[in-house]
């Protein structure tokens, strides 16, 4: 059994699954998903690098404005994450996310994220 230093089981999350209850909860659950991901890419990491409080008042006072920033940072913690671990690097992925989120697509962006963190435990328990 591989280690991870956050466990499969919270780490890896359901897209679809994910995109169907934010919908459903009016976008309640799309936050504990950002919350979810903030602490699974702390723990990757090493380090305290996302804030999820602060995340969210800056995010409620910029009319979510500050969402852009933060996608952008959290796809380059997962390029970080990535690079460490001899994965599969998504060199375009702050990029998307950030185009997407621009559109009003922030869920689309976290479903993307959401994508390459699963990667951290298949991929990796591949190897």
């Known amino acids: 059994m591989q280690s991870y230093p956050y466990p499969e089981y919270d780490g890896v999350r359901s897209i679809v ?4 209850v934010s919908i459903l ?3 309640i659950y799309y936050f504990y ?3 979810k991901q903030m602490e699974t890419l702390n723990a990757w990491l090493g380090r305290e690098e996302y804030n999820f409080w ?3 008042v800056l995010y409620i006072l910029t009319c979510s404005i500050f969402e852009l920033y933060y996608e952008y940072k959290m796809a380059k913690g997962i390029n970080e994450i990535q690079e460490s671990n001899s994965l599969r ?3 375009d992925l702050a990029l998307i996310c950030v185009l997407v989120s621009i559109f009003s697509l922030g869920l689309a962006a976290t479903a993307i994220q959401q994508w390459e963190i699963n990667k951290f ?3 990796s328990a591949d190897s």
């Open 17 to 20: 699954l994910g995109i169907i």
């Open 25 to 27: 909860t009016c976008g």
């Open 33 to 35: 998903w950002q919350y």
């Open 54 to 56: 602060l995340w969210l």
């Open 89 to 91: 690097e998504n060199k």
């Open 121 to 123: 435990y298949g991929e």
